[in-house]
């Protein structure tokens, strides 16, 4: 490539960049929130960068190649930290501040002489570089101080809720038998553990969003005995709703809170969206290898449409807006599911009813070990960057 054209482009940086701020003032909210030079920030190193990427001067060795997609690659991060610590930008404004700096800087350029193809290329090459490097890094910032968030939420809130539920245990426990506060305090207490699993659910939710798996502590445990200590205990809140289908003790290497996490979150969703009138049906069937759980509805059935959606954070159904939760439960199941390298499926039919179907192996200290944070209990001593489109 000719040293003209870098020369060229190193000559009308000034003027690329001032247009370029112009389009961006008018173009994009955001911007009118920064100061001149916040919202330049990187760009003159960038545009320099793209000088010697156009320039046949230079030493271009695989080793100086490499060097300049790294301080590239530090410049896009750079400018995507800057625009996610502003209030004011979104991901869509982020990308079209690159979209508008290749049009002014490829109009410039052919305003002296026309950009042979393959130096447009490198043109727009730079950019889609610079452009995913910014976007990644928006969005690892806001995916951080959600997280953040999320633990600090949760953690102040568990303080007051733990201290709230001793203290109405310890007032129950004084209480003489008959006294007419007692069924109160229990809807005290009942109350404090749901907020509580709320808390959880939501310090899963951050930690699927965050990529990681379900912490899980694996050991020895009977699933079917899990089964009825969860439908005995929903029963105090909704007598003579459940039957439970089972041949008797199962046991197997599972996570034991996980797995009673998964039962009542999908009873409770049962219950929640089931034909009040007929029984939650609660079944398990087993093999030397797997065991398969499954939870039966009658009710309005899941829209096809809808069942792609269900396990996502914060998605909730057209049917459950009347519904209380955060439509968290579900991913919570899934999450758990996905650490002991099971399968989950859903059936639902207006004639049928609706059926979650979970698969589970075993033994799950053989697959477990893949996924982080987990614990074996002894003493068993075995063991997506978002996509950007591309600028044309």
């Not at 809170?257 to 007929?278: F, M, P, V």
């Not at 030397?288 to 996502?312: A, C, R, T, W």
């Not at 968290?328 to 599911?337: E, P, Q, W």
């Not at 049928?352 to 192996?361: D, Q, R, V």
Request: a negative charge; one cysteine or more; aromatic letters at 4%.
């Amino acid at each position: 490539m000719p040293n003209k054209t870098a020369e060229r482009l190193k000559k009308n940086i000034d003027k690329i960049l001032t247009i370029w701020e112009e389009r961006v003032n008018q173009e994009v909210s955001a911007a009118q929130h920064q100061e001149r030079k916040a919202l330049r920030d990187s760009l003159p190193e960038y545009l320099n960068q793209m000088v010697d990427a156009l320039s046949n001067t230079i030493d271009r060795t695989s080793a100086r190649k490499r060097s300049d997609k790294v301080d590239s690659t530090r410049i896009g991060k750079r400018h995507g930290e800057d625009r996610a610590g502003s209030k004011n930008y979104t991901m869509d404004q982020l990308i079209t501040e690159y979209h508008i700096l290749r049009q002014v800087l490829c109009d410039v350029m052919e305003d002296e002489a026309p950009l042979s193809v393959l130096e447009r290329e490198v043109i727009v090459c730079s950019i889609e570089q610079a452009v995913n490097d910014a976007a990644t890094e928006y969005s690892n910032v806001l995916k951080d101080v959600k997280e953040r968030m999320s633990n600090t939420l949760a953690h102040d809130l568990r303080n007051p809720l733990t201290s709230t539920k001793i203290s109405a245990e310890l007032v129950l426990r004084k209480l003489p038998p008959g006294d007419a506060l007692i069924p109160k305090m229990d809807m005290i207490i009942n109350n404090m553990n749901r907020l509580d699993q709320m808390v959880t659910g939501l310090l899963d939710a951050s930690r699927l969003e965050a990529g990681q798996s379900m912490p899980t502590e694996i050991k020895l445990c009977d699933l079917d005995e899990i089964i009825r200590q969860v439908t005995d205990e929903l029963s105090l809140s909704y007598p003579d709703c459940f039957k439970v289908q089972s041949k008797g003790k199962c046991e197997g290497y599972w996570d034991e809170n996980g797995l009673r996490r998964i039962i009542e979150n999908l009873i409770s969703n049962a219950i929640k969206y089931g034909d009040e009138n007929t029984s939650t049906t609660i079944s398990l069937t087993h093999d030397k290898n797997s065991v398969e759980l499954s939870v039966h509805n009658v009710g309005k059935p899941i829209p096809p449409e809808d069942v792609p959606i269900l396990f996502e954070q914060y998605r909730r159904l057209k049917s459950s807006k009347n519904k209380a939760g955060w439509g968290l439960g579900l991913t919570m199941v899934k999450g758990m599911v996905d650490a002991h390298k099971g399968s989950i499926v859903v059936e639902s039919d207006k004639d049928k009813g609706t059926t979650f179907k979970i698969k589970l192996p075993r033994d799950a200290r053989t697959v477990v070990e893949e996924n982080v944070p987990h614990q074996i209990a002894k003493p068993n001593h075995v063991e997506q960057v978002p996509q950007v489109p591309k600028i044309h």
